[in-house]
């Protein structure tokens, strides 16, 4: 028996995350990236195996986990996956999120 959702990443959630680890290489430490990719895998743990722990986003196709406090993941239930749509940073502008 499966214990949880396969996790799967779409092109723009990937883009989106080499961002903002782009981002973090050129303004804080390898220290701040490693605690950013600790804090997204037991995320993903997490929602592998409860995909409704995290609340729905305003549109209620999709649902927000807040990974720390500077960036956003969305994603959504499909068949038997878990889609991650977009890591957004919360230091953009609402405007430009895809989500």
Request: glycine content about 2%; overall charge positive.
């Amino acid at each position: 028996m499966k214990s949880g959702y396969d996790i799967v990443w779409t092109p723009n959630a990937l883009i989106e995350l080499e961002q903002t680890i782009e981002y973090l290489s050129q303004n804080f430490s390898e220290k701040e990236i490693k605690k950013l990719a600790e804090k997204i895998e037991s995320t993903i743990v997490l929602i592998s195996k409860n995909p409704n722990l995290f609340p729905i986003s305003k549109n209620r196709n999709f649902h927000k986990v807040v990974i720390m406090k500077y960036n956003s993941m969305y994603y959504r239930i499909k068949n038997e996956n878990i889609e991650i749509l977009s890591f957004f940073s919360n230091r953009q502008s609402p405007d430009k999120r895809k989500t």
